[in-house]
């Protein structure tokens, strides 16, 4: 009983990460990550929210 509780705990936590991945939701820390392994200082938040903004609506937009 203890090993499928295990497995049950194993494959939601994986399937959680997975879902934030897909979501855009843990785009934050994976930066944070990154940006310390290549010893630089990473934004606040609030700094990396409004620098995503601006990457995104920066680019022309063709659509109309």
Do not use: H, I
């Given at each position: 009983?203890r090993d ?53 609506y ?7």
């Amino acid at each position: 009983m203890r090993d499928a509780w295990s497995s049950l705990k194993r494959r939601a936590t994986r399937f959680w990460r997975g879902l934030r991945d897909w979501c855009g939701d843990s785009a934050y820390e994976r930066y944070v990550e990154r940006a310390r392994a290549g010893g630089e200082r990473p934004l606040t938040p609030a700094q990396f929210y409004v620098e995503q903004l601006n990457r995104r609506y920066s680019r022309p937009n063709r659509c109309c």
